[in-house]
């Protein structure tokens, strides 16, 4: 009888699910509080170069070998600049544009694109049930977004020039979520393979940085510091082994229901922490992608087994 393949509900998934959701719902808020002195630039290279000897360090506690082979290596550089330089540096300048509100209601956009691109590479199968619960929470997401434009005091070039910089960073992130699904990301250590890729994405954001604002600036606060820490190592050493392995176990399509829960979190911790108010269309939009998600994820009744064997669910389980 083969192995039953696990879902976003199974206990070994759902728990760093939740963990990752909770930890990224709370860095839009620490982001916002990087903007200021500090190019952007140079506040991704920072938190990337934090992140990556923290995982080179959690490598050697666990005497991981280090070096990867040429091929691995070459991956780990276009999975390092896709995840943590291009999707970083085109959210962090999103909200220089429009608000961190705004920014990650459209990044629970990314499970379109990883649904559609992990079918298309991964041969991910696709359910009725879990397109009509995306969908479902798309439009939820879509009356949260109609919410965060009409409460943003900016101004229409301004909101879809953010827009546009948004989006430019959801598909870096989900083309770089689709790529820990191959067979040769599977094939590397999960820790040294991020451990490379973030050292990559750090070398690449501080070369960015310097040629497009000059030598590297720094704002001597605690705030700052402690955010570029938290944000290095709590919101990236952290998550992305955690938040890969999901993708791993159920594929890209369903790993993205956290980027639909997240702007829920970041709001909730808004309200917390800047007197933000719930209006209609956010509470409305809030309820309809969390049904949407729970249409997506609900088990279905066992199917009968055939000629004694198991039905085989998925190679890759549904995304």
């Not at 909770?22 to 506040?43: A, D, E, F, H, R």
């Not at 070096?67 to 780990?76: H, N, S, T, V």
């Amino acid at each position: 009888m083969s192995e039953q393949q696990p879902t976003l509900l199974s206990p070994r998934v759902l728990l760093p699910f939740v963990l990752v959701t909770l930890i990224w719902g709370s860095t839009w808020i620490v982001i916002k509080g990087q903007l200021g002195i500090v190019p952007p630039s140079w506040s991704v290279t920072y938190r990337f170069a934090v992140a990556a000897i923290a995982m080179f360090a959690f490598a050697m506690v666990r005497r991981e070998r280090l070096l990867l082979e040429p091929r691995a290596m070459l991956f780990a550089v276009v999975l390092g600049i896709a995840q943590f330089t291009f999707n970083f540096n085109f959210v962090y300048r999103a909200e220089q544009h429009i608000t961190s509100g705004l920014v990650a209601v459209l990044f629970a956009l990314l499970i379109v694109p990883n649904t559609l691109l992990g079918r298309a590479f991964l041969k991910t199968p696709l359910e009725g049930r879990f397109l009509a619960g995306a969908g479902i929470a798309i439009a939820g997401v879509g009356l949260m977004i109609l919410h965060e434009y009409r409460v943003a005091e900016i101004g229409a070039g301004e909101v879809l020039l953010g827009t546009a910089l948004t989006l430019a960073g959801v598909m870096s992130a989900s083309t770089a979520n689709v790529m820990q699904g191959t067979r040769i990301a599977r094939a590397q250590s999960m820790i040294v393979m991020i451990a490379w890729a973030m050292l990559f994405g750090a070398l690449a954001d501080g070369s960015y940085a310097w040629i497009t604002t000059g030598p590297p600036v720094i704002e001597p606060t605690a705030a700052y510091i402690g955010g570029v820490l938290y944000l290095g190592i709590i919101a990236s050493a952290v998550t992305f082994p955690l938040y890969f392995n999901v993708i791993r176990a159920v594929g890209p399509g369903q790993a993205a229901w956290s980027s639909v829960l997240i702007p829920i979190i970041a709001m909730g911790f808004s309200t917390a922490f800047e007197d933000y108010h719930w209006a209609t269309l956010s509470i409305a939009g809030g309820v309809v992608a969390l049904v949407g998600l729970v249409i997506a994820v609900a088990k279905r009744p066992a199917r009968p087994s055939v000629s004694g064997n198991m039905v085989s669910v998925a190679v890759e389980r549904e995304s």
